[in-house]
């Protein structure tokens, strides 16, 4: 069965049946100037256009109500890419009459290039980077403590054990979530999120920005799972040499690349890059990311003062 759209003002109605469509001219909630849109229309059109495939009737009446629709045929153009302004706006905003596309919420986000963009650069990247290593902290942490309790109590149901550790497979257990767990739920993580539609883990949705393409396009799986190990395997090879010079190169080049970046030719940007919006992109550091900055201090000073007075107990007592 057709599925038809129409736009109501602003909106954007559907999917209809086409006998729901013809209801809604008979009673008068739209006209001859609605524009509608289906499957297999490369652009929206008005109502007019369609009359004889919807096998409208008494047209002649109907003509009256051409003053109920919105009349947007003189930029097609503009409503089919999705950049003819809105009323009252002056223009540049996302139009709710772009045809819908057959991936619904899960379609690749449209990329518009040419416009400005906005990098990401250290702090920002600094301060998702701490977002996400909390995320995972506390997702392994739960892991293991249940793994734990799980291999603990069938090591000591099945041998007997009065210490559940003294396990072979508790040792095994062990090792796994200490060294293969991590690095699996990682691997996991980054390379599912990038690879999503919000091209974002929550740490970069949280600061407000995503990782692209040199050209905006969404990353694929594969390339995602590059881009993390190419920066994991710098920091196991160079004992976080690597990952210290990258983060440094993605504070000072050009266009914030760290060395995974130029690797796997990604970009992090805002989260408006790349589309019809432009002019949302925050040059600023933002609140959150000001925040994570301001804790961060704070705990390494904290740290510092912790030293220091352990140091000074230690000498005390001496």
């Known amino acids: 069965m057709t599925e038809w759209y129409y736009a109501d003002g602003q909106d954007r109605q559907g999917p209809l049946s086409a006998d729901e469509l013809r209801l809604r001219f008979q009673r008068a909630q739209i006209s001859l100037a609605t524009l509608v849109w289906r499957e297999g229309y490369p652009q929206w059109k008005p109502l007019a256009e369609a009359v004889d495939e919807l096998q409208l009737q008494n047209l002649a009446s109907a003509a009256d109500n051409l003053g109920n629709g919105i009349d947007l045929r003189g930029d097609y153009t503009a409503i089919d890419n999705g950049t003819a302004p809105l009323p009252g ?51 392994l942490v739960l892991v293991f403590l249940v793994g734990m309790l799980m291999f603990g109590g069938m090591a000591a149901f099945m041998g007997g054990l009065s210490d559940p550790e003294d396990s072979p497979g508790m040792a095994v257990f062990i090792v796994l979530g200490v060294y293969v767990l991590p690095v699996i739920v990682q691997a996991l993580y980054f390379s599912l999120m990038h690879a999503s539609t919000r091209q974002a883990t929550l740490g970069k949705m949280a600061v407000g920005i995503k990782v692209v393409r040199t050209d905006g396009q969404r990353l694929s799986n594969g390339r ?45 940007v805002d989260k408006w890059a790349y589309t019809d919006q432009p002019q949302l992109q925050r040059r600023e550091l933002g609140t959150v990311t000001l925040v994570i900055i301001g804790l961060t201090a704070l705990a390494v000073l904290a740290y510092a003062g912790l030293i220091v007075m352990t140091i000074v107990m230690a000498a005390a007592q001496s």
């Open 89 to 139: 706006t002056g223009g540049g905003t996302h139009s709710p009459y772009t045809a819908p596309t057959s991936g619904g919420p899960y379609a690749d986000p449209m990329v518009v290039s040419g416009g400005d963009v906005v990098y990401a650069g250290f702090w920002k990247r600094f301060a998702a980077a701490t977002i996400d290593g909390v995320v995972m902290s506390g997702v």
């Open 224 to 268: 995602s799972f590059g881009r993390w190990a190419a920066l994991f395997f710098s920091y196991l090879l160079s004992c976080g040499l690597a990952y210290l010079a990258s983060a440094i190169m993605a504070g000072v080049t050009q266009r914030k690349q760290g060395l995974h970046d130029m690797i796997v030719d990604t970009l992090v």
